[in-house]
């Protein structure tokens, strides 16, 4: 029994140790585990997460946005982001500001002028035409300019000489670099680039009345036409006393002269009287046919549509020689140095002026705005017609501002928009309408003045206002300017 009890104690104890070393393997077993997973979940910190993966590589966002979008796209163009608005522009137009800006912030828009400014026959009406268009578009640009633009016309004026070539080669010139042309100066220069202009899309106000611009989508007119002018200067003076049995005119040969001839032509069918055309060509020297014309031809009323010197020469020499009739002046054959001249005597007493407007001195605002901005200047006319040739450009770059387009092909749409303008009382409210026909876009009214020495501009107005015979009242334009219908 007593051998028995010492086995079983030593396998007792034998038990109890196995279970112990059982047990201490166990728990260095499980501490193992345990650094392990801290190990692992070490690492997997260290390691980027599938997300993070993701988030290393360029999402497809941030692949967009290094390519420049549309609307980046858009900005590089020439828009006037910078200048002004939403507003495409192209050649004459510029994100950086005008010459000696009056709003430095602005954009430039730049308006050619080609002009009769030094030896041409009409440089003295054509220096104060450019000077009052520079002061107009002053005033628009201390105004704060156009859609976030200043206008600029100094910066490509040029001089034609009255010469259709040397207009020609001066608009070839600088039309790469303007939007539109704030002047064109004379009808024969205008049609020598005329074709180019429509090709271009170069909008052009005109310094000329020939009815063609009537049928033109180009140029972009103000008031009565030559013959128009000519048919109310002949009902004006029917009305007011002159017995007219028969009209002559003398005339340069072309869309000017032609134009006050056929005016004159028309006069007289429409009213029962007798024509006599005589053309003569520009220079006081090539007068003497015309002069014998109008002292032997038997007329009461000599229409007369060429320059001033020459007008003045037929006037003075006819009235020497014995002629008592009247003449009658288209707008351009007139200008105040006339009362000054040896002429001067035959001019105040003999002489009526037909014009597309009221002169310098009336009181309307526009030609009180026009004084204004020009300032210690000599009344002429010259001012009033440039001032407000400018009326009609200025509504057809403010319309294509609003349409959001200052290209030239927008200038031309915009034309077609323009069904009104606001000459601030300088014309009859109700015309400007560049949108019509030739008939309805014709201005039937006139104003008539006579020649005097109480104003600087040396004409007064007879009309007081303006005046519409019936005689072109009832005038149809038909397919083509009244010139080309006029067979003498």
């Not at 440089?123 to 268009?133: F, N, R």
């Not at 024969?188 to 310094?207: M, S």
């Not at 609003?402 to 290209?407: A, I, K, S």
Request: charged share 20%; proline share 5%; glycine share 12%.
């Amino acid at each position: 029994m007593r051998l028995h009890s010492r086995w079983a104690k030593l396998a007792l104890m034998l038990a109890l140790l196995s279970l112990i070393a059982t047990a201490c393997r166990s728990d260095e077993g499980g501490g193992d585990t345990a650094s392990e997973d801290d190990a692992a979940e070490e690492a997997a910190e260290e390691e980027p997460t599938d997300d993070e993966m993701v988030e290393e590589e360029p999402t497809d966002d941030e692949m967009v946005e290094e390519e420049p979008t549309d609307d980046e796209m858009v900005e590089e163009e020439p828009t006037d982001d910078a200048a002004g608005g939403d507003v495409t522009f192209g050649p004459g137009v510029t994100e950086e500001a005008c010459p000696d800006a009056v709003n430095p912030d602005n954009g430039c828009i730049y308006l050619g002028t080609i002009s009769d400014l030094t030896v041409g026959p009409f440089a003295a009406l054509a220096v104060p035409i450019t000077d009052a268009q520079t002061a107009f578009w002053q005033t628009v640009n201390e105004d704060g300019g156009i859609a976030g633009f200043d206008i600029n016309t100094s910066e490509y004026t040029r001089d034609n000489q009255y010469n259709p070539e040397v207009h020609s080669q001066q608009y070839e010139e600088i039309k790469g670099d303007i939007l539109a042309l704030a002047q064109s100066l004379g009808s024969p220069t205008t049609f020598a680039i005329l074709e180019d202009l429509t090709a271009e899309g170069i909008v052009t106000a005109p310094a000329s009345w020939t009815s063609a611009w009537l049928f033109s989508d180009i140029i972009v007119e103000s008031g009565n036409t030559y013959c128009i002018e000519t048919m109310n200067g002949l009902d004006y003076l029917a009305e007011n006393g002159d017995e007219i049995g028969t009209v002559m005119a003398v005339h340069y040969p072309g869309d000017y002269g032609e134009d006050g001839a056929a005016g004159a032509n028309q006069w007289a069918e429409a009213n029962g009287a007798e024509f006599i055309d005589v053309p003569t060509t520009p220079g006081a020297d090539n007068q003497g046919e015309a002069i014998g014309q109008v002292v032997g031809g038997g007329a009461d009323v000599v229409v007369v549509t060429t320059g001033p010197t020459d007008a003045g020469t037929v006037v003075g020499q006819a009235a020497a020689q014995g002629f008592t009739g009247r003449f009658l002046f288209n707008s351009p054959s007139y200008n105040p140095g006339l009362v000054a001249s040896p002429a001067a005597q035959a001019v105040e007493s003999l002489v009526t002026v037909a014009g597309p407007w009221e002169p310098f001195q009336t009181d309307t605002p526009g030609h009180q705005a026009m004084r204004d901005a020009l300032g210690d200047v000599e009344g002429n006319d010259g001012y009033t017609s440039g001032w407000i040739w400018s009326y009609a450009l200025e509504a057809v770059i403010r319309q294509a501002a609003e349409n959001g387009d200052l290209t030239r092909e927008g200038m031309v749409a915009a034309v077609a928009d323009v069904t009104e303008i606001d000459y601030e009382g300088m014309l009859p409210e109700g015309v400007g309408n560049l949108a019509g026909d030739a008939n309805g876009s014709a201005v039937r009214a006139t104003s008539i003045g006579v020649p005097t020495t109480e104003f600087p501009s040396g004409l007064a107005s007879a009309s007081d206002g303006f005046y519409e015979g019936a005689t072109a009242a009832g005038f149809e334009f038909g397919e083509a300017p009244c010139y080309e219908n006029f067979e003498g």
